[in-house]
């Protein structure tokens, strides 16, 4: 044992091309789900409006967004626990991406999202009445995050 948390399960995530260059990121969450935007080049993130929506409204306002900002690929943050077990929202999470896939015909990346929510409360505490990133919620700021880690670790 080597006292390391256990590592997800998910999938191994295939390589970023070259060519990808646009992000859109999902927070995703059942009532809210955080949006942000970001590119390659300059590795960072802006957060858009959350959905505050469920079901085919939810893919509606996801519709609109890639028709604004016609990302090359989209990013979304699947939580996982704190040792790195699946639980539900891990799963919906997954469904959530699958569906993008489906639906935008777009490569979706995955990013373990454990503590996006936390950094951004914490992001906020620190930075008074707003998030650090600009955004207006926390859903918001949490798709920054994810979209921001991603963008770190491309090459």
Not at 129 to 147: Q, R, V, W
Request: proline share 6%; hydrophobic share 40%; with cysteine.
């Amino acid at each position: 044992m080597t006292g390391l948390p256990a590592q997800p399960t998910a999938s191994v995530q295939p390589a970023v091309p070259a060519q990808f260059q646009t992000f859109l990121a999902f927070d995703f969450g059942l009532k809210r789900t955080g949006v942000a935007s970001g590119n390659r080049m300059l590795r960072t993130a802006s957060p858009q409006a959350t959905i505050k929506a469920e079901g085919d409204a939810r893919f509606a306002q996801v519709a609109q967004r890639i028709k604004e900002w016609q990302p090359d690929a989209l990013v979304i943050g699947v939580p996982y626990h704190p040792d790195g077990a699946s639980h539900e929202n891990t799963q919906r999470a997954l469904k959530f991406g699958r569906q993008l896939r489906g639906r935008f015909r777009l490569q979706v990346f995955e990013v373990d999202e454990r503590y996006s929510t936390t950094e951004a409360h914490a992001e906020r505490s620190r930075g008074g009445s707003g998030f650090a990133s600009g955004a207006k919620d926390a859903d918001a700021a949490s798709a920054c995050i994810i979209l921001e880690q991603f963008l770190r670790n491309l090459p």
